[in-house]
Each structure stands twice: as structure tokens, then as C-alpha cells.
């Protein structure tokens, strides 16, 4: 038994209609076992009513096409046949279609503007200043070849065109609310405030992405603000100067910074000593502990990477009856200035650089253990950024001392 539904007429008198062409399923029924197939049949179809407005807009919009075209190619003439005793023809005709262009560009803008009235006004007497000074251009050509007439003529072609477009636009042009207005614009203002700042940080991103892979130069200047950003800061004083040292015990005035603090005073009484060595310490009445004076500080220098010698510490030690320590002993030895101290990890370049001269012909994954063990186990808190970036330092400090051989 075969299946074929039916559509039910739908047909009025006075309404169109047209048949075709359509397909339809058709199910087979046999001992129960349906098979649906698609078959090829023709009907009618009612078509909506003729829409007069739009059939009358879309050729308004062809003959203001066909206008436009005509008008540019009068504009491009005539302003061709004026700038030709002075270029070449091929370029003074291409330069004559810059008048049309430019209105018509200004037209669009203020088509899509039309909501904000403002930028649309802007739009609006950027396209008349265009359309006037190429008319001015056309009725000059006439004027030259005596034609005034002619010229004049011409150059209201352009005003018929823009005067057909701007006609055709205004059926899209809606008078909006002061409210509807203000709120469509502050849409606008949130939409283009979350593209920019995302176009802002994606040109970041790729800017930093960029630094990183150029060298270790990115990666030692964040490794000193990273650092920088980990040390305490001294909150200051009254008078707006951060204190040197520690404030005193409340109860406790400092003493006078030109009173210097010396050693105890030897009894009078007692043998006078002849040599310059102070006698022992006698016992002396408690008193109120003096702090030593406050030192003046120099500013602190800028924090930069550590840099120790080939052997990555320091072995010598300090003579005895030497004035100074062992730490400034040390310091020297590894090429600082006395008094000074080596602040933070050695920095990659740096590193890489000390383990290749130990031994030029270690292994990547040596290399890479010898580089953490001279940053004192700091890997940057990403392992696998470490070895990449150790190896790419040592490829590219062994290509610059191959071309520098």
C-alpha cells in the first residue's frame, strides 16, 4: 500500500500563485515493513503580494547608480581636460575621480552616523565642501575653454546625484528620542571601550611575548623588578627621609652626634701605663645604654644580578690581623667593589656563560643542572622554561663566539 500525503488547496481567488517543482516522501507498506522514498512532484504555490515600496526603492537606487556613474564620468573629464597641461593625461583623469569619490564616501558615512547627530553633521558638510569644490573645478575647465555655459551645466550633474542619494537615505533616516538617542550611544560607547582595551592588551601580550624571545635581556630585567618588588621598604620619617637605623628605645635620648663614645676611663690612682694599650675595663656604674650616633647612609645603588668569579664561589680567606672580614675578602675576590654585596641569583646569560668556561663540552642536561646550582636552585618557578631558555642561551652564545673566532 503506497502513502502519499495530500496538500490541502490553499488557493484564493485574487492571490498569485505559481507551481513547482517539489519533493515529497512516499512510504511503501508491505507484510508490516514500511520503505519511505522521495518522489518528484509539481503544485501550486501562493506567492505574497506584490511589495510597491520596495520595488520602487530598489529603482530609485538603479537610476541614482546610473546617475552617479554619469556624473563621475562627466567630473572625471572635465577636471582631467583642466589638470592635463600640467601632468600626465593618464594621472589627471585618475585624479578627477577624487571629487565624486570623496562625497560619496562622505555620504556613507553620514548614512551609518545617522543615529548620532553630531558625527552625522560632520559627515554631511564634509560631503558639501567635496561636491562644491568640484563643480568649482568643472565650471572652471568651461570657463577656460570659454565654454561658461557648459561648465555650469556640467557641474550640476554631481548635485543631481548626491541630491538623489541623500533623498534615497533619508527613508532610512529616523528622528530618534533624546532618550532612545542617548541610550543607543552610551551602548555604543561600552561596546568600543571593551574593544579597545582588548585590541590594547592583545598588542601588550605579542609585545611581550616578543621581548622574551629576542635574549636574557627581558629575563634580567625581570628578575631585578621581580626582586626589587620582594625587598622591605623603610617607611620615613618626619622629615620625609627613610631612618638608617633602628629608632631608640622609648625613654632613651641619642646622644650627640659630635660626642664621640670612647672606651672606660683609667683610674688616676693606678700606674700610669707606658704603652698606648688602654688598661682593663673596671667595673662601672649602670647607666642608660648610649646608641652610637646615626651614621649618614648613601642611597642604595640599583639592584643588579650577581656576578661571582669562574669558579662560582669564593675560596680565599682572610689573613689574620687583617682589618677586614672574611665576607668583604670574598666580595673582593669576586671582582666587587669593598664594602658592597652581591644582591640575588645570577642571572642566565651569566651563569651559562661561567659553566661553559668550566667545561665547553658538557651535555645540555649538565649544563642545565650546572646553571641551577650556580642560581642556587632558582628556576624561575617553571622548569621547562629554564631548560628552554638555558639552551637556547648556550646555542646562542656558542654561534656569536664561532663568528667572533
Not at 518528484?40 to 526603492?57: A, N, Q, S
Not at 683609667?266 to 694599650?277: F, K, R
Request: aromatic content about 4%; some cysteine.
Amino acid at each position: 500500500m503506497t502513502e502519499t500525503p495530500e496538500t490541502p488547496p490553499t488557493w484564493q481567488p485574487g492571490m498569485r500563485r505559481k507551481r513547482v517543482r517539489v519533493e515529497r516522501p512516499e512510504t511503501t507498506v508491505i507484510d508490516g515493513r514500511p520503505s519511505t522514498r522521495m518522489v518528484t512532484v509539481e503544485e501550486w504555490v501562493t506567492l505574497p503580494p506584490r511589495d510597491w515600496d520596495e520595488i520602487i526603492r530598489r529603482g530609485a537606487i538603479g537610476v541614482a547608480v546610473v546617475v552617479t556613474l554619469l556624473a563621475a564620468a562627466g567630473t572625471t573629464a572635465s577636471v582631467g581636460g583642466l589638470l592635463g597641461r600640467m601632468l600626465h593625461p593618464g594621472v589627471a583623469y585618475a585624479v578627477g575621480a577624487v571629487y565624486t569619490s570623496s562625497w560619496l564616501v562622505c555620504l556613507g558615512i553620514e548614512h551609518i552616523e545617522r543615529v548620532d547627530v553630531t558625527r552625522a553633521a560632520r559627515a554631511r558638510n564634509a560631503g558639501w565642501v567635496m561636491l562644491l569644490i568640484g563643480m568649482g573645478a568643472v565650471i572652471t575647465y568651461g570657463h577656460e575653454i570659454n565654454q561658461l555655459p557648459a561648465g555650469v551645466v556640467g557641474s550640476c550633474l554631481d548635485l543631481a546625484a548626491k541630491g538623489l542619494w541623500w533623498l534615497i537615505m533619508g527613508l532610512d533616516r529616523v528622528q530618534l528620542d533624546a532618550g532612545v538617542a542617548h541610550w543607543v550611544a552610551e551602548q555604543e560607547q561600552h561596546m568600543a571601550g571593551r574593544f579597545l582595551l582588548g585590541t590594547r592588551l592583545a598588542r601588550l601580550n605579542r609585545r611581550a611575548v616578543q621581548m622574551r624571545a629576542s635574549g636574557p635581556e627581558f629575563q634580567a630585567a625581570e628578575a631585578i623588578l621581580t626582586q626589587a618588588a620582594h625587598q622591605p621598604q623603610q617607611l620615613p620619617d618626619a622629615s620625609g627621609q627613610a631612618p638608617a637605623v633602628s629608632a631608640p628605645v622609648s625613654g632613651q635620648a641619642p646622644a650627640p652626634a659630635a660626642v664621640p663614645v670612647s672606651g672606660p676611663v683609667p683610674d688616676p690612682s693606678g700606674p700610669t701605663p707606658s704603652t698606648p694599650t688602654p688598661p682593663p675595663a673596671e667595673p662601672t656604674p649602670p647607666t642608660a645604654p648610649v646608641p652610637p650616633p646615626a651614621a649618614p647612609v648613601p642611597p642604595a645603588p640599583p639592584v643588579t644580578p650577581a656576578v661571582t668569579g669562574a669558579s662560582g664561589s669564593s675560596e680565599q680567606q682572610a689573613e689574620p690581623g687583617q682589618g677586614g672580614g672574611q665576607g668583604d675578602e670574598q666580595h673582593q675576590a669576586q671582582g666587587g667593589a669593598p664594602g658592597l654585596r652581591s644582591v640575588g641569583p645570577l642571572s642566565i646569560a651569566a651563569a651559562v656563560r661561567q659553566a661553559r668556561t668550566e667545561d665547553p663540552k658538557q651535555s645540555d642536561a649538565d649544563m642545565v643542572a650546572r646553571v641551577l646550582e650556580l642560581r642556587g636552585g632558582d628556576d624561575g618557578g617553571d622548569r621547562v622554561k629554564f631548560t628552554d631558555t638555558v639552551t637556547r642561551t648556550r646555542r646562542r652564545q656558542e654561534a656569536k663566539d664561532r663568528k667572533t673566532a
